[in-house]
């Protein structure tokens, strides 16, 4: 390999990893209504668990409820800690964003990375081509600034 496609292939591999980071904002909002749904379905079996003669609640075998509210408290934990990582991360991504020169790059990494938005969806935002879009968004990652704690990581490889 020359050294254009040792560069080539540097700035690829970085631009993935501004990607990866990006996308981490959805990854929080996608785990979040997991856990919500999760959450709603423990909650509708408990409507069919059955009270016997002697006054205590069972269902399917169980002789109480604790498996039931463990679980259920393990999910509400789980939700708080996943809603704190949205913000934080949520925080950092739109602070980086605004760091940038462009109204342009920012409104396209705003739209990909936080809005979850396809392409053409962005397009029709921006009122500007596809194409052009895709060159918003090269430009956008050339000029964003990763955390440094994942700079070293991406150099250490």
């Known amino acids: 390999m020359d050294k254009k496609q040792v560069s080539t292939a540097a700035v690829r591999k970085e631009n993935e990893k501004k990607k990866e980071y990006l996308e981490s904002y959805l990854g929080h909002v996608r785990r979040i209504h997991r856990i919500n749904e999760e959450i709603r379905e423990i909650r509708s079996m408990k409507a069919f668990m059955s009270v016997k003669n002697d006054g205590m609640p069972h269902g399917s075998g169980q002789g109480d409820l604790s498996g039931y509210a463990a679980k259920l408290d ?39 990375y936080v809005k979850g938005l396809d392409w053409w969806e962005i397009a029709e935002k921006v009122r500007y081509s596809e194409r052009q879009v895709h060159r918003f968004h090269g430009k956008a990652l050339a000029d964003f600034q990763l955390p440094q704690k994942i700079k070293d990581v991406i150099e250490c490889q």
């Open 74 to 112: 393990s999910l509400e934990r789980n939700l708080i800690q996943e809603r704190y990582n949205r913000i934080k991360t949520y925080q950092d991504i739109a602070a980086r964003i605004e760091k940038l020169s462009g109204e342009n790059e920012k409104d396209v990494l705003f739209y990909r």
